[in-house]
């Protein structure tokens, strides 16, 4: 990390439904209430991704927004060196499905970036609700120890390949598929209950809340990594209103 933390907002204009946006914004004073320069680099559509930014924030999107995104970020591949340099990246919800290998939008498959061992299907009904998980723990989330809430609203069913861990497991929502889709895998039981993934440097969730806003231990856990140090250097934070937050939304 340079003087100053760069946390890269990728796509806002086709990705950031539901206030994903606001990801950034928690990484951003999260970092400054300790004293932590940062600043927001917005990627729009068309514009080429820096690789050399400390963290990435994807957010969720439209059917025909994510495909625009899917498209650019392949062709731009940025975002991709980015992460294979082992630079944290956050996606959410159409996020995940546009890292992943491929996915289902406006009724045809789409090649996805690659980042995730993830495609993605339709479900029958559409998932909205409230989700909650327990962290897996896998691979850089290992330091995570708080239960995750967000709010979820797809129809797209994510089933993970060997190469990618859920993020979580789910005890509130649907997570990333539903019975319908995970019911003839070999390895339903891991499927049914598998929330967002993990792969490399790469934490993806279908949680919008903001998640980072719901959920301040995965925003340090991506700070920490963002600066090359380990969650528990990160001086803790006494936010009231983030707690009372929490609470209010913990099933
Ligand atoms: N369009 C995708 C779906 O419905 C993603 C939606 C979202 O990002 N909230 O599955």
């Avoid at 946006?21 to 600043?39: F, M, W």
């Avoid at 889709?181 to 993934?197: F, I, M, N, P």
């Avoid at 959920?215 to 969650?231: H, R």
């Amino acid at each position: 990390m340079a003087d100053r933390l760069t946390i890269g907002l990728m796509l806002p204009d086709v990705l950031g439904t539901y206030g994903d946006d606001g990801n950034a914004l928690v990484l951003r004073q999260r970092a400054r209430l300790r004293g932590i320069d940062a600043e927001i680099h917005r990627v729009h559509l068309g514009e080429a991704v820096p690789e050399t930014l400390d963290v990435y924030c994807v957010g969720g999107g439209e059917d025909t927004a994510q495909i625009l995104a899917a498209e650019h970020l392949i062709n731009d591949g940025g975002l991709t060196r980015a992460a294979d340099a082992g630079r944290p990246v956050l996606a959410i919800c159409a996020g995940l499905q546009v890292l992943g290998e491929s996915f289902r939008a406006s009724d045809r498959v789409v090649d996805g970036v690659g980042l995730i061992d993830a495609t993605t299907a339709s479900m029958q009904i559409r998932a909205i609700g409230e989700l909650g998980s327990t962290p897996t723990r896998e691979g850089i989330t290992a330091e995570l120890t708080e239960p995750l809430t967000g709010f979820e609203n797809h129809m797209g069913a994510t089933i993970l390949g060997p190469g990618a861990q859920p993020l979580g497991t789910v005890t509130q929502g649907v997570g990333n598929a539903d019975d319908a889709a995970t019911v003839d895998l070999s390895d339903g039981e891991r499927q049914r209950y598998a929330e967002g993934a993990v792969q490399g440097s790469v934490i993806a969730t279908y949680m919008h809340g903001p998640v980072l806003a719901r959920n301040p231990q995965l925003a340090d856990l991506l700070l920490a990594k963002a600066m090359g140090i380990a969650l528990a250097e990160l001086e803790p934070l006494d936010l009231p209103a983030v707690a009372r937050l929490r609470f209010e939304r913990l099933p």
